[in-house]
């Protein structure tokens, strides 16, 4: 039990540095507090499970948590500007950063669909440009775009988060503009 007052104190001091209210709607019933609804999201996160499965596993475990379609509502009422704040509040301030994007497909069609469009995988790449934290292995700030574009977009966006005083970066981010800018 002391693991578990660990870890739901070290959400509730979380949520405290971020200004965050104690209950998560303002006229509803008072039944959880928002840093249950918290705590439930991020271990369906980092567990990689199910709203129905983090409700059946916190509920063996002991710990109260609100309902599948709470905890769904609660999703998607976070927006990425209070993500952007849970990043800065734990990530610290960098010195040396690296930045760089991916992209990684956003469906994952069933081969009845692909054998309907003749085999071809649809081309919806969802694109990540982090900046990462080389000293300390953290993320400091993150873009995400569900439409192509340039790796050098979410530049000045990452280098404006992170404030960092070195950056890395590869060939895709070598433009005279970033250069005075970053100067």
């Known amino acids: ?107 994952n069609p069933s081969y009845h669909y692909l054998r309907r469009i003749n085999g071809a995988l649809p081309k919806v790449p969802v694109k990540a440009s982090i900046a990462f934290d080389t000293r300390t292995k953290k993320v400091i700030a993150a873009k995400i775009r569900v439409l192509p574009a340039h790796d050098i977009k979410d530049a000045v966006y990452l280098l404006k988060k992170a404030n960092p005083k070195v950056l890395v970066a590869d060939k895709a981010y070598d433009a005279t503009w970033l250069h005075d800018y970053c100067n």
């Open 1 to 107: 039990m002391a693991k578990e007052n660990k870890l739901i104190n070290k959400v509730k001091r979380l949520l405290r540095r971020l200004g965050k209210p104690r209950w998560l709607h303002h006229f509803g019933p008072k039944t959880y507090e928002f840093y249950e609804h918290f705590a439930a999201l991020l271990i369906r996160f980092f567990c990689r499970l199910s709203y129905r499965r983090v409700k059946e596993f916190l509920d063996l475990i002991g710990i109260r948590c609100p309902s599948k379609s709470a905890l769904h509502d609660t999703a998607k009422k976070l927006d990425t500007h209070f993500w952007s704040q849970v990043l800065n509040a734990t990530s610290g301030k960098p010195y040396l950063i690296s930045i760089d994007s991916t992209a990684f497909s956003c469906t």
